[in-house]
């Protein structure tokens, strides 16, 4: 494969916790040829142990550990972190990509994958954080603050947890109040590029978030279900001045 110039700014670190030493020996040269810098560790004790020992801009977690699973692992750096997570999963097992996103996880990609495509998910990834870390704005709708400098969501001053990929998402619906978005839309807005996605992960993320801002999640306000079309962000709830 062609090397890029050797004078390329590498600002980006990924870590890849992958058993599959000849996988991981590949992507982290091929991330290395597009400008991501990548540590690989084989299990999910080195893999937590890296993440405690310095800061990485996202996360490629295999499902299938030695030791402990990634899901697991998932638990445990959602526990304390925000970081990026891009899940690797068996391929057509839609319930394990239901419950990595559940879990906290932002992507997915099943295996076998091309490199390309991993990277292209890296990006959109990367790309998301680096908007939002801009300019600080706060979006406020009544009790809802959503701080995008801070990247944190409040309800009545309380800090609500969202992964990156929920936080965007919710972002996205926020700046679109008022109108109906498709889930192919949404996916379009928060990736910033078309790719082939799992058909109900935004109904998972949005169930998380609904967790996360709602009075009653199974009877939601603020975001609404509109069947058969997508959803629409209310900007006010009833009783909100």
Do not use: W
Not at 17 to 38: I, K, N, Q, T
Not at 77 to 90: F, K, Q, Y
Not at 119 to 139: C, E, H, K, Y
Not at 160 to 181: I, N
């Amino acid at each position: 494969m062609p090397r890029l110039a050797h004078n390329r700014a590498v600002t980006d670190r990924i870590l890849i916790v992958d058993d599959d030493a000849r996988l991981g020996a590949m992507l982290s040269e091929y991330l290395g040829e597009s400008g991501l810098r990548a540590a690989v560790r084989g299990t999910a004790a080195d893999g937590l142990a890296a993440l405690k020992a310095e800061p990485f801009d996202a996360l490629v977690l295999d499902v299938m550990l030695p030791d402990v699973d990634g899901f697991e692992v998932l638990r445990r750096v959602r526990a304390d972190s925000d970081v990026p997570i891009l899940m690797l999963t068996a391929k057509g097992d839609a319930t394990d990509r239901v419950v990595g996103l559940e879990l906290g996880a932002d992507d997915y990609l099943p295996k076998p994958f091309s490199p390309r495509e991993l990277l292209a998910r890296l990006r959109a990834i990367l790309r998301r954080r680096r908007a939002s870390s801009g300019p600080a704005a706060v979006l406020r709708y009544g009790r809802l603050e959503i701080d995008r400098g801070a990247r944190a969501v409040r309800v009545d001053g309380e800090e609500r947890p969202l992964t990156s990929y929920q936080f965007e998402l919710l972002v996205a619906l926020a700046e679109h109040s008022g109108r109906v978005l498709s889930r192919e839309a949404l996916m379009d807005l928060v990736r910033g590029e078309s790719l082939e996605a799992f058909d109900r992960s935004i109904d998972v993320h949005v169930s998380r978030i609904r967790s996360a801002i709602e009075d009653d999640p199974k009877k939601p306000r603020r975001i609404i279900t509109v069947r058969g079309a997508g959803y629409v962000f209310a900007r006010s709830q009833d009783g909100e001045g």
